[in-house]
């Protein structure tokens, strides 16, 4: 099975990645990781991209879809894949379906997890972060025992800048804005499956994988 997915900040994505990765037995990519994977390896495609970082531009798309090949080209992901991350504009989609109909290996499926801006808010607000050793907890999921410390070392419990409610709204916003014409793309292509991303994480499960589950494949 081969699998786009998409979601806003605070959807679960990674959580959800793990799950549908270990339902289908097929590897969880994140760009995040493939371009950590090249960088440490030093790599000609990592030392390409890291040309564009070490000034702070983006990275272009062709490095990054070179990238993309390079780790579907590796045995784990014969059978699928979950690419997390990855495609997050028409071109970079564009250049995906490319490299997949060179390879005989179509998308099978693209699922998007919608979430309501109001629960992304409050999920999000109630983090706490330790100002000593970075640990993240929440005032309603994972309280620490002492209002305000951190169980682990005592330190103090602050609220980053991420987490403020305006903040979030504000990022919910850019996300909408830059991935509406990549979800049409999808739209289009009807690979598109959205599922309603709040409750618990185990129901949420559930419905991706009975969404994927029910998509048509492609081979
Ligand atoms: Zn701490």
Not at 26 to 53: Q, V
Not at 84 to 104: H, M, N, W, Y
């Amino acid at each position: 099975m081969r699998i786009v997915l998409v979601g806003a900040p605070g959807a679960g994505k990674g959580t959800q990645a793990k799950f549908i990765s270990k339902h289908f037995a097929i590897p969880s990519i994140s760009t995040g990781d493939m371009f950590r994977a090249h960088l440490a390896s030093e790599t000609k495609l990592g030392m390409a991209a890291k040309r564009f970082m070490d000034v702070g531009e983006l990275v272009p798309d062709e490095v990054t879809i070179d990238i993309v090949r390079d780790r579907l080209a590796q045995p784990d992901a014969a059978n699928g894949f979950l690419l997390d991350g990855f495609p997050r504009t028409v071109p970079q989609a564009e250049a995906l379906s490319k490299l997949l109909a060179e390879r005989g290996t179509p998308l099978d499926v693209v699922l998007e997890l919608q979430v309501d801006n109001d629960e992304v808010v409050s999920r999000l607000s109630g983090r706490r972060t330790c100002s000593t050793c970075g640990r993240v907890w929440h005032l309603d999921f994972d309280p620490p025992r002492e209002v305000g410390k951190c169980d682990v070392d005592g330190g103090e419990l602050f609220q980053r800048d991420d987490d403020l409610p305006e903040t979030i709204l504000r990022r919910l916003d850019v996300y909408a804005e830059q991935t509406e014409p990549l979800v049409a793309y999808y739209r289009d292509a009807c690979l598109l499956q959205s599922i309603a991303a709040h409750g618990a994480l185990e129901d949420i499960a559930e419905r991706a994988i009975e969404a994927l589950e029910a998509a048509p494949r492609r081979t």
